[in-house]
C-alpha cells in the first residue's frame, strides 16, 4: 500500500490554509492509495523546502503586439485565462538543457516565453493594491502550444484544451521567494531558437500586470497558496521542430533552456 505525504514539505501550507480547500482528501498528511499518486513540486531557490503546485493559469494575449498577431483587437478584450493541468510541468533546473519531447498530433508547435507568478497567499476578489502581497515569488516559463490544434479548436468555438493543456506543456524553472527578486514590473524578457533571437520584449509592456491579473483570476476562481499564473507571452511566437534548442531570459533570473526531442 503506497502511502504518500501530501504537502509535507511546504511551511506555506499549514492546516487553516486547507480548511476549505475543495479536495479535503489531499489535507490528509499521509492517505492510503491503491497506486501511487503524483504531485507536482517545484524545487525553491536556496531552501530545501518544495513549493507544491495546485493549479496553473495562464493568461490569454497579454502583450498588445502578440494579440494583434493572434488576430484581436486587444484595446476592447477584457482579460482571459486558461488552465494547464498540474501535472504538465516540466522542472528544468538551471544551467541544464532539458530534453522536450516533441507531442503527438501537431505539425506546428510553438513556443511562448512567460513570467510566472506563484501563489503563497489564498483570497477571493482581491483588489488590485493588495494583489502583489498574495505573490510568494516569481519564475520563467513555457507556455507550450499546439498551434494547429489550438487554431483550429478556436475555429470550431470548441474548447482549447487539445492545443494548451497537453502533457508536459508546462516547462519551468525553479521558484525564486520573492525576498531575492522583488516584483517584476519590468526588464528584458527575450526568447532565443538556436542562438537565433525570436521574442525580445519588456515586462512593462503586458497589458494586465501581475497584480490586475490576480485580482482578475480571483473575481473568478478563490485562489490558494500553490496556484502558479503564467504571465502571458510577447509576440513573434513559433515554431520550433526536433532538434531544435530553446534558451529564454527573463532580467534578474537564471535562463532556462530546452531541446525539442
Ligand atoms: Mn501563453
Known sequence: MQRRHFFQNSALVTTGALVGCATPGIAETQVKTPFPVAATFIPIVGSTELFPVRRIYCIGRN??????????????EPPFFFQKPTDSIQYVPKGTVADH??????????????????IGLGGRN???????????????GLDMTRRDLQRAM???????????????????????????TGHFTQGAIWLKVNGQTKQSANLNQMIWSVA????????????????????GTPENVGPVVVGDVIEMHIDGLPELSVKIV
Open 154 to 180: 478556436g475555429d470550431q468555438k470548441k474548447p482549447w484544451e487539445i492545443g494548451k493543456s497537453f502533457d508536459q506543456s508546462a516547462p519551468i524553472g525553479a521558484i525564486h521567494p520573492l525576498a531575492q
Open 101 to 118: 519531447k516533441y507531442p503527438s498530433l501537431t505539425k506546428n508547435y510553438h513556443y511562448e516565453a512567460e513570467l510566472v507568478a506563484a
Open 212 to 231: 490586475e491579473q490576480i485580482s482578475k483570476l480571483s473575481e473568478a476562481f478563490e485562489l490558494f497558496p500553490g496556484d502558479i499564473i503564467y504571465a
Open 63 to 76: 502583450y498588445a503586439a502578440h494579440a494583434r498577431e493572434m488576430g484581436s483587437d486587444p484595446t476592447r
Open 126 to 140: 482581491i483588489p488590485i493594491d493588495k494583489a502583489l502581497s498574495h505573490v510568494y515569488g516569481y519564475t520563467l
